[in-house]
């Protein structure tokens, strides 16, 4: 008795051990991960998506929900199976003796200390249980695609943040060349000037325009940078980590990629959001039959040893060392409540067939609306990108007949406006075909 007290002990020493090392060696990873991050991160899109995929903390809780979910199944089937516990008791009754009158007369018993050690197995089965571990497959499957569903998220979001970092980049880039243009318009005019071949007024307006382009350049900075921290935070990098995005624009926004996802065929299986609540029903389908179940019998089997062993004389042995016990638990009258229990579970898979069929209706449009949508944002991208370089010609243009005295001040400051709102709306079709690709490869799980 005394080597398996020490075993036990000696066990759970190791096991405490071996548990606290392994908390450090998780610290001590986790420390890792964070000081390794690189100072300098070269990325195209893919590389980004699988960065993001990798580093993403919401992520890395989807994934973690799955291995709870998996843990939670193993706890159902093993609540099934047999259930051994170990005991051991000592009693000590301080030198007490009972007495016992008989006709003869009185006889004291002495009551010896006494050790017992015991051993219990148990295993109850019933159909609830059973369909407890189909609904916890179904939890497990519910689980993984909430997880692909939030990877596709986090896909077409980094997606919208890189595009959009590269967008306002080249708008920037553009700016920076005509304020280095007009700048050189102000310079010049100022000259005029002071030696009395031009009026101050239009050296002043140039300096307006300089001004007003120095602040659309400073807005476009600004917006690059929230950008970038948008994109930084999916990433999860450090704020001073930085990133340097190695795929162009033109190649993002090909028309090759709008028309091959434009010709993929729509199936309905693989769409999450489908998959989803095809696993509701099912859910509520196995909820139904645990609910009928609560009527089934629950068998339970048990065996029992115990081994006593007494501290001096006397003791008389009253318990058998082996028991072993089978019952049928049946279950007979409930006032009506698994009766409601059954009702309502039935009640609540109406509702989730009725959801998944409208749902179902609903996709095919929501299909050709998403299709829609991508082919007039493309269209609309294509023009507005055609009139920012109409724009950006005509400022060119007009500042060079500016520069030789053949055009106006004012239709410089008419160009120099009209390129400017040329490039805003370039900005808004970029961002709204970006966002337009995103939705409709989220909806064919692409």
Not at 246 to 258: F, N
Not at 314 to 329: C, D, E, I, K, Y
Request: charged share 20%; hydrophobic share 40%; aromatic share 6%.
């Amino acid at each position: 008795m005394k080597k398996l007290v020490f075993i036990l002990a000696a066990a759970l020493v190791i096991s405490a051990t071996m548990m606290a090392e392994d908390h450090v060696m998780a610290a001590t990873k986790s420390q890792k991960a964070v000081t390794d991050q690189p100072a300098v991160l070269n990325l195209n899109l893919q590389e980004a998506q699988d960065y993001a995929i990798k580093q993403n903390r919401s992520l890395k809780n989807a994934s973690l929900a799955v291995q709870e979910a998996y843990a939670a199944r193993w706890q159902t089937i093993a609540a099934m199976l047999p259930q051994v516990d170990g005991s051991y008791s000592y009693s000590n009754y301080l030198g007490y003796s009972a007495t016992m009158s008989t006709a003869m007369g009185d006889f004291n018993i002495d009551m010896p200390n006494v050790g017992a050690f015991g051993v219990t197995a148990s295993m109850g089965l019933n159909g609830q249980a059973i369909v407890g571990v189909l609904l916890n497959n179904i939890a497990i499957d519910m689980k993984k695609i909430s997880l692909e569903k939030s990877e596709s998220e986090l896909r077409g979001n980094v997606m919208a943040s890189y595009v959009s970092v590269l967008a306002l980049q080249s708008i920037t880039n553009l700016l920076d060349s005509s304020l280095l243009n007009i700048q050189g318009l102000e310079e010049m005019t100022r000259h005029a000037v002071e030696a009395g071949a031009a009026e101050a007024t239009a050296a002043d307006q140039i300096r307006v325009r300089v001004n007003t382009l120095k602040t659309s350049i400073n807005n476009q900075k600004f917006s690059i940078e929230l950008a970038t921290n948008s994109l930084k935070v999916l990433l999860d990098v450090p704020a001073e980590t930085e990133l340097v995005l190695t795929e162009s624009l033109d190649a993002l926004l090909s028309p090759e990629r709008v028309i091959s996802l434009l010709g993929e065929q729509f199936a309905l299986e693989n769409n999450l959001s489908y998959q989803l609540l095809k696993k509701q029903v099912d859910l509520a389908e196995k909820n139904v039959h645990m609910a009928g179940w609560a009527y089934g019998p629950t068998l339970s089997v048990g065996y029992n040893y115990i081994d006593q062993h007494y501290y001096g004389e006397g003791g008389m042995r009253m318990t058998p060392p082996n028991t072993v016990q089978l019952s049928v638990r049946l279950p007979l009258w409930s006032s009506g409540k698994r009766a409601a229990g059954v009702v309502e579970k039935k009640i609540a898979l109406e509702e989730a067939r009725n959801t998944l069929s409208e749902t179902t209706d609903n996709l095919a449009i929501q299909y050709r609306q998403l299709c829609f949508s991508l082919t007039n944002a493309y269209e609309t991208y294509l023009n507005e990108k055609d009139n920012m370089e109409v724009s950006q010609r005509v400022f060119a243009s007009a500042t060079n007949k500016y520069k030789y005295g053949a055009s106006s001040n004012m239709e410089l400051t008419n160009a120099s406006n009209d390129l400017i709102n040329a490039q805003s709306t370039y900005i808004q079709a970029v961002l709204s075909l970006v966002n337009a690709q995103v939705e409709l490869e989220k909806f064919l799980n692409n």
